[in-house]
């Protein structure tokens, strides 16, 4: 099941890795939404579009940095 969630922290890192110490590939910004793609304890594998270079990242984020957002596609798209 495709899940999008919400940012719940005002700034956060994307990492690389799930690993607090993995290098940043991104930054995310209170309610920000991604699409989560993967779990494991404690990290969640999302991808979001950064606006200002137009292009999809995926990397890792602190999954209690996020919460369940119940959405249509059609209207993450138009979010984006």
């Given amino acids: ?21 993995a290098k940043n590939i991104g930054k995310l910004y209170y309610l920000n939404v991604v699409k989560a793609l993967e779990t494991k304890p404690y990290w969640t594998k999302i991808e979001y579009v950064n606006k ?23 209207t993450y798209e138009n979010i984006n």
Avoid: C, F, H
Avoid at 4 to 10: A, C, G, S
Avoid at 55 to 71: D, E, F, H, P
């Fill in 52 to 74: 200002e270079e137009d292009i999809s990242i995926k990397g890792w984020v602190a999954t209690r940095q996020l919460k369940k957002l119940n959405i249509m596609k059609s």
């Fill in 1 to 21: 099941t495709l899940e999008y969630k919400l940012v719940i922290k005002d700034e956060l890192d994307v990492k690389v890795s799930p690993n607090s110490n």
